[in-house]
């Protein structure tokens, strides 16, 4: 158990709908990341938010939103959802913000649309 | 883009055996991680190897890093059944962590 929980386990959906994932990091960690994995485009880096703030944006489409709120937990918004959406969400928590951060991964929220 | 290329993609190997999976990334780095994914599940950090290092183990684990040739490779000696996972090298671009595509191992009881 890395500490980090995420919640739904499980998301099913239909397109064109909203969906929000939830992450809470590991106790003193200030660094959230979001992470899709899916099939075809493997592990794909996100986002980072540090200690309430952005640090770091990846590929991550328009539709897609997140926050870190000051209790530090996470969520990632998902909206117009499209099938190409279905995949695997994981969240990852580390102490710091930079480079060489041991990342701690939550057990992913499953979503799928259908 | 990934920053990370593992290779092989796969590798099926006997328990006992030595596992070796190397990992090619593109730009410079200050450092090197490796991480590993049962199926399905979320990923669990190994080691991480700085800039500066040529080499380093941790118990059955031995990760080198050739800067000049951007390359890594992860060692796993006397494997176990229980080392089936997918294995991924990690850098980081700009804050970005950046995973390749990773190495699926299945170790042969």
């Known amino acids: 158990d890395s500490g980090v929980t995420q919640t739904p386990k499980h998301l099913i959906t239909a397109t064109g709908q909203r969906v929000t994932l939830r992450c809470s990091p590991r106790s003193g960690d200030l660094s959230v990341y979001w992470y899709q994995q899916s099939l075809d485009q493997g592990l794909q880096f996100l986002i980072q938010?540090?200690?309430?703030?952005?640090?770091a944006k990846g590929n991550i489409l328009e539709r897609f939103s997140a926050q870190q709120f000051p209790d530090l937990h996470s969520e990632l918004n998902l909206s117009s959802l499209e099938l190409g959406d279905s995949a695997l969400y994981f969240c990852a928590s580390s102490v710091g913000g930079g480079s060489g951060n041991e990342q701690f991964f939550g057990p992913g929220t499953r979503l799928t649309v259908l | 883009s990934q920053q990370g290329e593992e290779d092989p993609q796969a590798l099926s190997i006997q328990e006992g055996e030595n596992a070796t999976m190397n990992c090619s990334y593109k730009t410079s780095i200050n450092n090197l991680q490796w991480y590993r994914q049962n199926s399905g599940r979320g990923l669990v950090h190994l080691i991480l190897?700085?800039?500066?290092?040529r080499e380093k183990h941790s118990g059955r684990l031995r990760v080198t890093l050739d800067t000049s040739k951007k390359s890594s490779s992860l060692l796993i000696t006397a494997s176990r059944a229980a080392d089936t996972a997918s294995y991924f090298c990690?850098?980081?671009?700009?804050?970005?962590?950046?995973f390749g595509a990773g190495t699926r191992l299945f170790v042969k009881a």
């Open positions: 190897i700085r800039s500066n290092e």
């Open positions: 990690a850098t980081d671009e700009s804050f970005k962590t950046i």
């Open positions: 938010y540090y200690n309430g703030e952005e640090r």
